[in-house]
């Protein structure tokens, strides 16, 4: 199928920073990004809030604690440098927590400001729970488009949500811009809600 440039295509993505699904699909997305004429806008969605009340083993636990500052910081650099920044911020966190396995502790989360070119004192914003109320209001935004029984990432293209998409590795070129032609053609469709088959292989981030 063929996008005709004039008819840009609205695409909401809602991220969890540590999420190596919400990685996959920001990345397909980016190479979507160059060959298909979509207006990619990012949003944060938070596992940390998902977890919230859930009987978890400790090693999750301590996942979900550490979500909270990047997630925070998150909705700081929206808020004072809009939505490139944010998903600046985004690709500087992955290339931590995703390819060089850090936390994105204090440190790493003032790496990534740097890197950017944004001031390193938002990482005070990763212990501020002034901002908990607009990350869960953009979290909100989210689950409330497609029900609470999902998780991350979530999609919405011309303003049709959907869970996902979940898949590896990260379809490159032309291949990511059929996935996305079809993802259009099925949120185009009225009463469609779900596809889905068990995962056979974990998440391949490069």
């Keep these: 199928m063929t996008i005709e ?33 979509v207006d990619l806008r990012w949003h944060v969605m938070s596992w940390s809030i998902l977890q919230q009340g859930v009987d978890l083993p400790p090693e999750h636990v301590e996942i979900v604690r550490q979500g909270w500052g990047p997630a925070r910081v998150a909705i700081a650099v929206e808020q004072r440098h809009g939505n490139t920044g944010l998903g600046a911020l985004y690709s500087a966190y992955g290339k931590r927590y995703q390819h060089q396995g850090r936390t994105l502790n204090r440190a790493a989360i003032v790496d990534s400001l740097n890197e950017i070119g944004l ?33 991350t990432p979530i999609m919405a293209i011309n303003g049709v949500a959907y869970f996902g998409p979940v898949m590896s590795p990260i379809p490159r070129g032309e291949e990511a811009g059929r996935l996305f032609d079809g993802l259009v053609l099925v949120s185009g469709t009225k009463g469609f809600f779900e596809l889905k088959r068990s995962r056979t292989q974990a998440p391949i981030i490069r």
């Design 5 to 37: 440039s004039e008819n840009r295509i609205p695409v909401d993505f809602w991220f969890d920073a540590m999420c190596p699904w919400s990685w996959i699909a920001s990345r397909w997305l980016l190479e979507v990004e160059r060959i298909r004429p």
């Design 119 to 151: 001031p390193a004192d938002l990482v005070d914003a990763a212990e501020d729970k002034d901002y908990d109320d607009a990350l869960l209001a953009s979290h909100t935004d989210a689950m409330d488009r497609v029900g609470y029984e999902v998780g």
